[in-house]
Nanobody, 126 residues
Framework: QVQLVESGGGLVQAGGSLRLSCAAS?????????????MAWFRQAPGKEREFVAA??????LHADSVKDRFSISRDSAKKTMYLQMNNLKPEDTAVYYC????????????????WGQGTQVTVSS
């Protein structure tokens, strides 16, 4: 089974920071296997299409241009958790942020990720 749970969202003022977590559970996600999966963050604002934010697999990382130099991904294999550190947040970052997992390399295409978490709301006020 595959379970992904996001947390860490909330309300923050523009220029502030948040750290999102995506915890993977289920026997499939062992400490060893965790590194074999690509894990990604997507976000979706009301009335907007879901968009890619960032992804990682092993040492490889990929970031959307809109968050490059502001957001960073890290992974803790022992905790089977992926983090998204978000700095210098802007109102346009307001969205529900989703964690997703796929077998294979990093991808910007949401259709290539079969496993998803429930999402966590990030609201950035001006």
């Amino acid at each position: 089974q595959v379970q992904l749970v996001e947390s860490g969202g909330g309300l923050v003022q523009a220029g502030g920071s948040l750290r999102l977590s995506c915890a993977a559970s289920g026997r499939t996600f062992s400490v060893y296997a965790f590194s074999a999966y690509a894990m990604a963050w997507f976000r979706q604002a009301p009335g907007k299409e879901r968009e890619f934010v960032a992804a990682s697999r092993g040492g490889a990382t990929l970031h959307a241009d809109s968050v490059k130099d502001r957001f960073s991904i890290s992974r803790d294999s022992a905790k089977k958790t992926m983090y998204l550190q978000m700095n210098n947040l802007k109102p346009e970052d307001t969205a529900v942020y989703y964690c997703a997992v796929r077998l294979g390399g990093v991808s910007r295409n949401m259709n290539e990720y079969p496993y998803w978490g429930q999402g966590t709301q990030v609201t950035v006020s001006s």
